[in-house]
Structures are given as C-alpha cells and as structure tokens.
C-alpha cells in the first residue's frame, strides 16, 4: 500500500519542527517497510496547528496538527486506516471553521500544492489568467484590472489598474516591473507565504503585467530574512523558463519578459517603492521626491509598474474569472479579498483571507479567539509599526480603507497585532518614534530629527516632567512629521503615538525611571 502525506515547508511550519516531523515520518515509514510519497507544500496559514500534517484518502485529505517527530507512528497507522482516529484528528482542512470561514482566492492553492510543480500548478488553475489576458489584449487586460477594483495590497492602496494604465500610456525606452517583496511591516507574513507555497502565482501575475504594459524585465526585491522566499522563488523562475514561461519567448513568443530576485540588507525604508528603486540600481536606499511618479520615471528612469506581491498574485484569478467576480466582494470602495494577518498575542494566529468589511472585533474576538494569555484584549495595532492602536470600543470597524482612514487608522499590508492588559501603551509610543529613527533614510529633516526628539519628549511625559507641555510639543511634532516628512516612514509614525495618547491616556502619567532606564 502507498501512502501520499502533505508535510509543510513553509518557514512558519519549519519554525515549529516540520522537517523534523517530515524526518520521522519518513524514517518510521522505513520501518515498516511501507512506501509513502511525502509532498512538502506551503502553510495553509493556521499556525497554532503547525506542523499540520494532511492524508490522501479516496474522500479527500485528513489533516493532523500540531504534530511532534514522537507522533510518527501512530499518525501511520491513522493514515493506513484511511485518515483514521488519533488524538490530533482535525477532520477535513477545509471544515476547519477557520479555513471554512475565508475566502480564498490568492491563497487558493496555498497548502495544498507542490510550490515547485508546474503540473500541480496548472492542475489547480495556474496560467488561465495569462490565457485569457493574451486572448484579450493589452488594452482589454488592463481594463479588467481597472474594473476589478484591485487597490495595492501593500498598504497605499492606489488602483492597480490605474497604475498599469499610466505606465501603458509612458513613453520610454523600455519598462519594468518591480515587485515589492520588502515585508517588513510587524505581524506581517502573507508574501513570505505566497513566495514559499505558491510562487508561480507570483510570476503569472508579473508576466501578465508585463504582457499589459510592454515591459520585458521583472525584478522581486525580496528581503533578505526570507532565504527560504528566495530560495523557493529563484527555483520556481528557473522551472519557468525551462517550460518558455518566462525568458525571450514566452507563450510560443507572444513577447519577451523574465524575472530576477534581488536582495536586499534589512533596511525598513525600502519597502517604500522610491527608496526600493534607489536599491535596486545599486544606490543607497532612500526616498525620491514625487514627482516625477514611477510609473513615469522610474527604475533606471524608465516607466515603471511597482506592485506588492499580493497585488499582483491576485491579478491571475482577476483575469482567470473575470473582473465582475472580483468586484463583487467586499465593501464600497474595497474591493475584493484581503489577507488579514492575525499575530501577537493572539489565540489563533494565522492567515485569513476574506472580503473586505468583516470587523476588527470579529477578526479578534471570534475567529481569532481572543489572546492567546487569556487576559482581556486592551489593544490592536493594524498596518504595521506605524499603525494605530485601537482600543476595544472602536472593534466595530469593518477592515476597509477608508473605514480605517476615517478613524485616524490605516489596514496597510494586512497586519492585525494583538495586545493583552498587560501592555505599557507609553512604551509603544516610544517604540513607534524609536523605530522611525533607526530606519529612517535620513533624507528629510522631519523624520529625521523629528523621530529624536519625540523619543525624548516621551520620556519627558513618562517621567511626569511639565506633561500639559510636553503633550502639547508632541502633539506639534507629530503634526510637523505627518505633513512635512517626504515619505510614509515619517508620515505615519504620528499614528502609532498619537493613537496610544488618544485612547490610552492613563499610560502617560508619571513612571518610576528605572522603567525608562530598562529600554
């Protein structure tokens, strides 16, 4: 009898001992003399149940999870019985409610196939929306994306479409597209994850952009704490240019385009798109003023499209089942899925994808399951280190740009960081104004120096020193920040600190100072 078993490689399951679940399968597998097929895929994204092991069975796949090395032979003789009783049984993945709850478009294959098999790929969909975008044309493609609703993933949530048709319309001597892989933001992970379990979406999307708006070279600048990312996405490149995928003929020469992974050094500021640039053609990372904007003068000072990952791995579906069953979901001016990132203190902390206007409530309280210490939520911080914190009263806000917008907030790449009643929300401010001064590029004197002293007129507050003034000073460093800093690094870090000032005021009285001198 032989068996085919699901083992994750997604680096959020290797975190937690997947390969060496995978080893002692393999090994108690031996034992028995038995032949199994061991495929490693991606994370379906529920972390708390990492290692999640999956069984082939003739009525579909039994996941197990967490799953210890010490747990190989009996998930065996579970899976000989047909993905049979044992202690970690969770039943079929997709009647998991957490999964069963989602929608899931961009991370349809996430979990379930072999990341680096284009047959898998194409079996489960992969390259309809090159297909169909070829037999649409340029114009007619970037149309569907236009009509799609599609907004960057990344954070800026500027029309995709929009972008592609500026770029179209450039004048150059040649075009690219850049893909934004610098996930830096705090309890972000859903590019890592569509890299690592699903990187030929990735590519579709790119070569569909580039077949859009006449571009022939493609760059992912990817971080470089990510080597299972690059690794997994320079495998999948070279899988796709052996099949004519990518390279000087792609699609039986329709047009010529390919793809390179480029590295970067750690630094936050370039994963703002100008600064990212300045990267990518050898240059010190630092922001440009706009304009000239990309899509005019961009990489090399050619028209540029620079996407997110998740922008652009969802332009396959978009073209794949038309732009109206895209529009459809979510809310007013947010249209489509978005991959909300569930981390902190969190009971179940993992990827959900779903329409836009489910509530922060919702995403906390019920499918997240409160946190993970039991203690009451007191705070969530939504789009990264320079998001707002929101308090418990404003958790009947829909995820939506312009919900978030409207409440001094911002959803950027998706992440939702939970906080229990234990947290020092004084100290968060001094983190958010910290971080922009480590990571600032240095170009513009609001960030910059701004970031300096709000960090010392913090400790000024914390310590109780002349506080009416010292919150009126910050409240005009923040202001001078927001409207003057060059780029969102600066801009956004009022958010974070005035946010914890707004609704947590009672963190900002006086502090014993061996409380500021730990930090």
């Not at 010490?70 to 009647?95: I, K, V, Y």
């Not at 609703?149 to 150059?172: N, Q, S, Y």
């Not at 990735?202 to 708006?213: D, H, K, N, Q």
């Not at 001064?437 to 010392?456: A, F």
Request: hydrophobic share 45%; glycine share 14%; net charge negative.
């Amino acid at each position: 009898m032989s068996l085919t078993l699901y083992v994750p490689r997604d680096a959020g399951a290797l975190a937690v001992g997947a390969e060496a679940v995978a080893a002692a399968l393999l090994q108690a597998a031996s034992r028995r003399g038995l032949a199994i097929t061991l495929v490693r895929t991606g994370s379906r994204g529920l972390y708390w149940l990492e290692p999640m092991v999956e069984v082939a069975t003739p009525g579909g796949r039994i996941a197990y999870g967490p799953v210890d090395p010490a747990d190989a032979e009996a998930l065996l003789e579970a899976a000989l019985a047909g993905g049979g009783a044992h202690r970690l049984r969770l039943g079929a993945p997709e009647q998991i409610p957490f999964l069963k709850r989602q929608t899931r478009l961009t991370f349809a294959r996430c979990g379930i196939t072999d990341p680096l098999s284009l047959d898998d790929y194409r079996a489960h969909g992969g390259y309809l929306g090159l297909q169909r975008a070829l037999s649409l044309g340029t114009a007619a493609t970037i149309e569907e994306v236009v009509e799609s609703g599609l907004r960057g993933r990344g954070g800026a949530g500027f029309p995709t479409g929009i972008k592609w048709r500026t770029v179209a319309a450039a004048e150059g001597a040649r075009k690219y597209i850049v893909c934004n892989a610098d996930e830096g933001d705090s309890g972000t992970f859903s590019d890592r994850m569509v890299m690592e379990g699903d990187p030929f979406v990735l590519i579709e999307g790119m070569t569909i952009a580039a077949f859009a708006v006449g571009a022939d070279k493609g760059y992912v600048y990817l971080r470089s704490e990510y080597p299972h990312a690059i690794a997994t996405l320079n495998d999948a490149i070279a899988l796709a240019r052996a099949e004519g995928l990518l390279g000087s003929d792609v699609a039986g020469g329709r047009f010529a385009f390919d793809i390179e992974v480029r590295v970067g050094a750690g630094a936050y500021v370039c994963g703002e798109e100008t600064a990212l640039l300045d990267s990518l053609e050898g240059k010190r990372g630092q922001v440009r003023a706009k304009p000239p904007l990309p899509a005019h003068k961009g990489l090399f000072g050619q028209p540029t499209v620079i996407n997110n990952v998740i922008s652009l791995a969802s332009v396959p579906v978009i073209l794949a089942d038309g732009a109206a069953s895209y529009r459809d979901i979510g809310m007013g001016r947010s249209r489509g899925t978005m991959p909300i990132q569930l981390a902190g203190n969190i009971r179940h902390g993992g990827l959900f994808e779903a329409g836009f206007g489910v509530t922060l409530g919702e995403l906390v309280d019920d499918i997240g399951g409160g946190t993970a210490s039991g203690r009451p939520v007191r705070a969530v911080q939504v789009g990264g280190p320079l998001g707002a914190y929101f308090p418990r009263a404003l958790f009947d806000t829909p995820f939506d740009y312009e919900a978030f917008a409207a409440r001094d907030g911002l959803i950027g790449h998706g992440g939702v960081v939970v906080f229990d009643d234990t947290v020092d929300m004084a100290r968060q401010a001094r983190f958010a104004m910290a971080f922009c001064g480590i990571e600032s590029c240095g170009k513009c004197t609001p960030c910059r120096i701004g970031s300096v002293r709000g960090v010392e007129v913090i400790d000024r507050i914390i310590r109780g020193e002349d506080r009416p003034a010292q919150l009126a000073l910050l409240e005009d460093l923040c202001n001078t920040m927001k409207f003057g800093s060059l780029c969102a690094l600066g801009g956004f870090t009022p958010y974070p600190v005035m946010s914890a000032l707004r609704h947590f005021p009672e963190d900002f009285g006086a502090a014993p100072p061996a409380r500021v001198a730990a930090e």
